[in-house]
């Protein structure tokens, strides 16, 4: 009868809601996975491609990456030098405690927190020095706690 075929009908929607579900939570659980790349922990910091050598990298013509690390009380690499007019990303992690990452006169402002990789795209116009400077409480030193960028 057509009653029999409804329900037959409705159980086919709720086992189809149910996958529906379950893949929504298992597309999540890939979407966490991915993150993983982003993340770096203290103790993987020296094995890590990125950040066992903080360092400037020119990727394309116009195109660079900085791999900033963070530690009581400095930053790695200090001077950073890139040339102006060029798309600068950074990478910025910590490798203690909690740190800021703050390029003054700029809008590129991150904290940078042990276990994660922050990420700041931005292009320098103008030449000049700019300090770099912790903006988050992270011990004595804390005030201390600076860098510079160089834009030539
Ligand atoms: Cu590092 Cu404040």
């Known amino acids: 009868t057509y009653e029999k075929l409804w329900l037959a009908g409705s159980f086919v929607l709720i086992v189809g809601f149910i996958v529906t579900i379950t893949y929504g939570s298992v597309g999540l659980g890939i979407t966490m996975i991915d993150d993983e790349a982003n993340t770096v922990?203290?103790?993987?910091?020296?094995?890590?491609?990125?950040?066992?050598d903080p360092r400037v990298e020119?990727?394309?013509?116009?195109?660079?990456?900085?791999?900033?690390?963070?530690m009581t009380f400095i930053f790695q690499p200090d001077p950073i030098e890139v040339p102006a007019s060029s798309e600068v990303t950074f990478y910025v992690t910590s490798r203690d405690v909690i740190h800021g990452f703050e390029v003054a006169?700029?809008?590129i402002n991150s904290m940078a927190i042990p276990g994660q990789v922050a990420e700041l795209t931005v292009e320098f116009d103008e030449p000049g020095t700019y300090g770099i400077v912790c903006n988050e409480y992270c011990?004595?030193?804390?005030?201390?706690?600076?860098?510079?960028?160089?834009v030539t």
Not at 41 to 52: A, C, K
Not at 58 to 70: C, H, I, M, P, W
Not at 139 to 147: D, V
């Open 41 to 52: 922990t203290p103790d993987e910091i020296g094995s890590d491609d990125r950040f066992s």
């Open 58 to 70: 020119q990727v394309g013509e116009d195109e660079y990456e900085v791999y900033v690390v963070a």
């Open 139 to 150: 011990g004595p030193q804390h005030h201390t706690m600076e860098g510079s960028l160089v």
């Open 105 to 107: 006169g700029t809008n």
